[in-house]
């Protein structure tokens, strides 16, 4: 009975419009987050998508810094820090000690959401491979959350694997002699950790901009079980450097220039929605220059620099076998034996 109770989920069931959504707080006051963090906003609703019966797990970042200085905390239900790299350990690592205690009757057998995030640095970057070994556990429940704000932030803003093309960060200031420092294209991290790992049941991409899609998807992981993932992207008013009232707006323009695709993979089915199912369905992406332009980071941008980013973006829909989700082309053999005459 123990082992049952240790290894089912909480049956969470979507909020059926903002009106449904619980007033119940898991994440308050008592943070020091940057007015207009996303970030921030992200862990609130992500806590209170979860609810109460839910251990925290937070790597280095922002959101372990901002969120925990001396004395005060905002987090309502327990959390605990964890190494920069190591949301995936943590995640695994709670998840096999609630379970091996509820089985041997040393807690009361229920099942407890276990939620570990980590930011782009510490996902993308640092902590991949343990994000990687945890997704391949199926015996055991949890999520892992990568609030993506494209950038090192706490340590100031330095160029992270997840930090588009060309910005401004400390470690790619545009200067005369060269006006990009920065010239790779951001990691696919989603559709990376979607295809790879055949025992992960649930992988979705997230904007806080439409919350309680947001908060369904992280209720959906949770109910779901096993090893899940969920990549948000995050506007930072003082990475981005844009007026914080934009973050909102921000976070829209992303979905609807096509740059950040909505989309959820479950059971290995794929399923756009939000805006980003319109695009798909052939409404017109907006212009990303609508998106680039309101950000400091892009302000040495010049027409060329808009028009390549515009083109791989383009590309991302146009040409990859999944549109926004997996890019590889099938080789066409009638076109290499024009080419090659
Ligand atoms: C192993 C290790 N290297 C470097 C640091 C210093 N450090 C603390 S937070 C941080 C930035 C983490 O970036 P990210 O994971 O993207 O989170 P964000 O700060 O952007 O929220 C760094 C480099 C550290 N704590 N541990
Ligand atoms: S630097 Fe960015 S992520 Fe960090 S607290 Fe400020 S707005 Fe949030
Ligand atoms: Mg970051």
Redesign the pocket.
């Given at each position: 009975m123990a082992e049952t109770l240790a290894n089912a989920t909480q049956i969470l069931e979507p909020f059926r419009g903002i009106k449904k959504v619980t007033i119940e707080e898991n994440f308050t006051s008592g943070h020091r987050t940057c007015q207009g963090c996303e970030?921030a906003l992200v862990m609130k609703l992500m806590v209170k998508a979860a609810g109460p019966r839910t251990i925290v797990l937070g790597?280095?970042?922002?959101?372990y810094?901002a969120n925990t200085t001396y004395y005060t905390t905002p987090w309502v239900v327990p959390w605990m820090h964890t190494?920069?790299?190591s949301s995936g350990s943590a995640a695994l690592g709670t998840a096999a000690g609630l379970k091996a205690l509820m089985r041997k009757g040393k807690m009361k057998a229920e099942p407890i959401n276990v939620i570990a995030f980590?930011?782009?640095?510490?996902?993308a970057d640092?902590g991949v491979g343990a994000i990687s070994a945890t997704l391949t556990h199926k015996e055991y429940n949890s999520l892992i959350l990568l609030?993506d704000?494209e950038?090192?932030?706490?340590?100031d803003i330095?160029l992270?694997g997840m930090t588009p093309y060309g910005a401004h960060t400390t470690f790619s200031p545009p200067g005369k002699a060269k006006r990009i420092i920065h010239t790779r294209w951001k990691k696919n991290m989603a559709g990376m950790m979607a295809a790879g790992h055949p025992e992960c049941r649930y992988v979705a991409t997230v904007c806080a901009s439409y919350a309680v899609e947001m908060m369904n998807k992280v209720r959906r992981a949770l109910t779901i079980g096993g090893p899940t993932f969920i990549h948000s992207l995050d506007p930072c008013p003082k990475g981005w450097d844009y007026d914080p009232m934009l973050s909102h707006e921000l976070g829209e323009l992303a979905i609807e220039t096509g740059l950040f695709p909505l989309y959820e993979v479950e059971d290995g089915v794929l399923k756009y929605y939000g805006k980003t199912k319109s695009l798909v369905e052939g409404r017109a992406r907006k212009p990303v220059r609508e998106y680039l332009l309101k950000q400091g980071r892009f302000a040495h941008f010049i027409e060329e620099d808009l028009a390549y980013f515009q083109a791989k973006v383009d590309e991302m829909w146009e040409k990859w076998e999944i549109p926004g989700v997996i890019p590889f082309r099938q080789f066409d053999r009638n076109k290499a034996a024009l080419e090659a005459k």
């Open positions: 970030s790597s280095t970042g922002c959101m810094v190494q920069l790299g980590c930011g782009d640095g510490g996902g640092m609030y704000n950038s090192y932030a706490n340590t330095q992270s």
